[in-house]
């Protein structure tokens, strides 16, 4: 009886095991990517319940008793799908696999789901969600992206995400105007984007085979909605003012799936110099136009720190643009990008600065040498530039790319200075120069693709092809007045007048093999040869030109140096991905490089070798889609520059002359990146922290040398030495939370840097540290229709110390205030300001006034669309635009130039943005299936 009773609840408990069943499946779309917060209901005979997808688009059910059943799914933009499933009995976990949804294209413009991830971190892609922000009707692509997390623009669309620039801008993953970065954020309307992705792009070989080789650049691409596919927008903008300014906008763009057709053009006379009234940071919105100049932005400056804002070259420019953009899938083979640009610009400007530097004087001794410095320049530039992009899919095995380009440009400069300098000694100059130069650059790249038999298998030939001349004139006219220290009386008067004719012919051929092989469900062998030679022909010719305009041609110091550089890459590479968790490539690349030159000028040449075995490093791990960690190591060698490696003196400015050195060696550049990516959903807290290391080994540097010149006193002597001991830290982090429905995000912001830079003086070392400390608190505040306030507090401070002469050694502290803000007084009439009120100390009272920038602007909106509109705008109400730039540099010399521009100006202007968008539909009625870019399949 006892037996029989164990036996009995043993077999109950079976049968109650095999009678519960726990079923999974994921849902994704038809790009492969898991769709998250999908409504799952199954229903049986004996079971009804519910329940939704999860952040890797995963759904589970448990403590199911039927094993035939039904499943339906619902998700924003899909159709819904119903399927019957039967199983076995005695199955106790069923995992149904993927379940493929396809888009809905009649869906609401903007909805919103709360819960739903704002932003997706995918292998080398931040994804945002557009629809998660609240955005003004009319807003365009720029306010959008001004309210995301990490991102800041600055007045000329210059885009940066958690520190790093922005390089290149996409429209459903084809390339708009380009690349044109300020084209895409400035054109293009904020209704009707659905995503905006930052992607680390390896290229197009990389996109195709999977083998990523050499550092990424960032791309912003911008997908648009399903339901705005066709479309038509133009934008027209007149307007003048005071002080004969004008500006002229023509725009015009059509979208039709694929089919892109943009043209661009404008004319306009504005200011430079103009601080900027948001101190360096994205407010949010508001202002939009001529704003000033961020320069004090995210990241960190190369070798110098700012210390007040503003460009430092205060002036007026002209410029002209003109631009065209044809994208297309002709047929379902062959796609086509191309695009061709004119930029053309007259700019005058004028600068002050003062400078502080480590010399010898006359008697040897080390001393501080004080300048300051007037310039009045003129630049003249114009320029064409064509690129194309042929992608043909041959067959469903084989590729071909073709990419052609074509950049034709010609400047002209005008310079006028004047360098007054004591301390070590006392001297002045006066310089006059015109120059005029050309630049004919044309390349083709063609790559060819093969997938084998073999899924995964993939083999790839790439070849380019990079040729550049640049030729240029230049006449100096430089007069030097001497002084005796003690008397400061003038004992000398030189007068130099020399034209230099340049030839710099560059021709860059690269080759490479990619092939990549799986060796498992989830890991490959990738193997990548190449092969760059990058040759350089240069001449240079001086005469000396007497007073009566005779020239006599210099042949001791014009030359003829040719000179190439010859870099060969193995690398082998193991690389295992588990797709939603664990990404990591490891190997070996060995790289031998060859540098050699010829100089006919002194019949002599130089040879030098190097071998790098650099390892391949990357490593990524993602817990969820909004949360992932990654590591990056990189070295690339650098050869030195024509003026660098050549000993023929160039006494282009006879108080400097510049002499190369033939055995320079390439240097090498080591880099590891490290970033870190969290987003929680339900909390809207976003946070993220990157570390960027870097050491250079044989680094050039300049070695400034005091010599005595032909009369009595001093001038420098500028050679090149390699060493090592160059590196730099620096950090990235940041932290917002949105919440109240979106209307209010605080945000906090910052970068940390040390730089370690080695030059030479006068033989000697001299190790210049910097330490740079930035950190924003920036708020945005939307409480109804009528309201946008952004107020921001920035905190920055930076020092430099130099260990040759400790009396250069300084510290900048600036805090900056700024608020922008946008009023509606009706649905059609709002105001636009920006207030920023800077306080700077560690720079001498008397050079800066902690400048208060008042920059304004009154819209009025008609028509039924609200299509047209007429609005007035102020700049610098207060005329107080008297920022300063200070630079260390690392040679040891400290130099901060102040920008005084006359930036007080009014403009009205007259605005009509007519457009029209649609769905469309295919030829079977059905949604259009779209890729993970955006870009659509088929035609």
Do not use: C
């Amino acid at each position: 009886m006892k037996k029989f009773i164990l036996f009995f609840v043993f077999a109950s408990l079976t049968f109650k095991a095999f009678s519960q069943r726990t079923i999974t499946g994921t849902v994704i779309d038809s790009t492969k990517q898991t769709i998250i917060g999908a409504l799952i209901k199954l229903t049986s005979p004996t079971d009804t319940t519910a329940t939704s997808t999860n952040a890797d688009g995963v759904f589970t059910f448990r403590n199911i008793k039927s094993s035939n059943f039904n499943i339906q799914i619902n998700s924003l933009g899909y159709q819904t799908v119903s399927r019957v499933y039967k199983f076995d009995e005695k199955q106790s976990a069923i995992n149904l696999n993927n379940i493929t949804l396809k888009t809905q294209t009649n869906m609401l413009d903007v909805v919103v789901v709360d819960g739903t991830p704002t932003i997706t971190y995918k292998t080398d892609t931040i994804e945002f969600r557009a629809d998660a922000y609240n955005m003004k009707e009319n807003a365009t692509v720029e306010d959008l992206v001004k309210k995301m997390e990490g991102m800041e623009v600055d007045k000329d669309g210059a885009l940066t995400v958690q520190g790093e620039a922005v390089t290149k801008a996409r429209i459903n993953g084809k390339d708009y105007f380009g690349g044109d970065v300020a084209a895409a954020l400035k054109d293009l309307p904020s209704d009707i984007v659905d995503k905006i992705q930052i992607v680390d792009d390896y290229g197009d070989e990389a996109r195709r085979t999977g083998v990523k080789d050499g550092d990424p650049r960032r791309v912003l691409n911008i997908v648009t909605k399903s339901n705005k596919r066709v479309g038509n927008r133009g934008r027209f903008e007149a307007g003048a003012g005071s002080n004969d300014r004008y500006q002229l906008t023509a725009n015009g763009n059509r979208f039709n799936g694929n089919q892109q057709i943009g043209i661009r053009s404008s004319f306009n006379n504005t200011v430079t110099g103009i601080a900027s009234s948001d101190s360096g940071d994205s407010g949010g919105g508001g202002f939009q136009q001529g704003g000033g100049n961020r320069g004090q932005g995210g990241g960190l400056q190369r070798e110098g720190n700012q210390g007040g804002g503003g460009s430092g070259a205060a002036g007026t420019r002209q410029a002209g643009r003109f631009g065209l953009n044809y994208n297309d899938d002709l047929t379902t083979k062959i796609k086509l990008e191309s695009s061709y640009n004119y930029n053309g610009t007259n700019s005058n400007s004028h600068s002050e600065s003062s400078s502080r530097e480590t010399v010898k004087d006359i008697n040897d001794n080390i001393q501080t040498l004080y300048g300051n410095r007037n310039s009045d320049n003129q630049n003249k530039s114009y320029g064409h530039s064509i690129a194309a992009k042929l992608e043909y899919e041959i067959d469903s095995a084989n590729w071909l790319v073709i990419s052609p380009t074509l950049n034709l440009r010609k400047t002209s400069t005008e310079n006028v200075s004047t360098l007054f300098q004591t301390g070590a000694y006392k001297q002045d100059r006066k310089t006059r120069s015109n120059s005029e130069g050309s630049t004919p650059n044309y390349g083709l790249t063609l790559n060819y693709g093969h997938r084998f038999n073999k899924k995964g298998t993939t083999a790839s030939i790439q070849m380019s092809a990079n040729n550049s001349e640049n030729t240029s004139e230049r006449d100096a006219i430089n007069n030097i007045l001497y002084y005796d220290n003690i008397t400061s009386a003038e004992v000398k008067d030189s007068l130099y007048h020399r034209l230099v004719a340049n030839r710099n012919l560059s021709e860059n051929y690269r080759g490479s093999l990619t092939f990549s092989h799986p060796i498992s469900q989830k890991s490959r062998i990738e193997f990548n040869g190449q092969m760059n030679h990058r040759g350089y022909d240069n001449s240079q010719t001086t005469d000396q030109i007497d007073q009566q305009g005779n020239s006599n041609t210099i042949d001791s110091v014009s030359k003829i140096f040719n000179y190439s550089f010859t870099e060969s890459r193995i690398s082998l590479n193991y690389r295992y991905s588990q797709q939603t968790k664990a990404n990591f490539s490891l190997g070996l690349s060995a790289v031998p490089g060859v540098l050699s030159g010829y100089s006919e000028s002194r019949g002599n040449s130089t040879h030098r070798t190097s071998f790098n075995i650099i390892p391949i490093a990357r490593f990524e791990y993602r817990w969820t889609r909004q949360k992932r960690f990654s590591i990056n190591y990189t070295g690339n060698p650098t050869e030195p520059t024509f003026d660098q490696i050549q000993d023929v003196p160039d006494i282009s400015n006879p108080q400097n002359t510049i002499i190369g050195n033939p055995d320079l060696k390439a240097a090498f550049r080591h880099s590891i990146q490290a970033n870190f990516n969290n987003y929680i959903s339900q909390t809207k807290l976003n946070y993220y922290a990157g570390l960027n290391a870097t050491f250079n080994e044989n680094q050039v540097v300049r070695n400034s040398i005091d010599i005595p010149d032909n009369y009595g006193a001093r001038k420098k002597e500028t050679r090149f030495v390699n060493a090592s001991g160059n590196y730099s830290y620096n950090g990235n982090y940041g932290i917002s939370k949105r919440f109240g429905g979106n209307k209010y995000n605080v945000s906090y912001n910052g970068s940390t840097g040390f730089n370690r830079t080695l030059s030479m003086n006068n033989n000697r070392e001299n190790i210049s540290k910097n330490w740079n400390f930035n950190q924003r608190l920036n708020l945005q505040i939307d409480p109804n229709d009528w309201l946008e306030v952004n107020p921001n507090i920035r905190y920055k401070y930076t020092q430099g110390d130099f260990s040759l002469n400790q009396n250069l050694n300084n510290k900048i502290q600036n805090w900056a205030f700024s608020l922008s803000s946008k009023i509606y007084f009706i649905k059609t009439l709002y105001l636009n300001y920006d207030l920023s009120k800077n306080l700077v100390k560690g720079i001498d009272a008397n050079i800066t006034t902690n400048p208060f920038i008042i920059n304004a602007s009154l819209t009025k909106e008609f028509f039924k669309r609200r299509e047209g509109a007429i609005s007035l705008r102020a700049y610098d109400l207060l005329n107080q635009n008297n920022f300063i730039n200070r630079q260390n540099n690392p040679d040891g010399s400290v130099i901060d130039t102040k920008s005084n521009a006359l930036s007080r100006y009014f403009i009205l202007s007259l605005t009509w943005t007519p457009q029209k968008w649609t769905g469309g539909r295919n030829s079977s009625g059905q949604s259009f299936q779209r890729r993970g870019d955006g870009s659509y399949m088929g035609r």
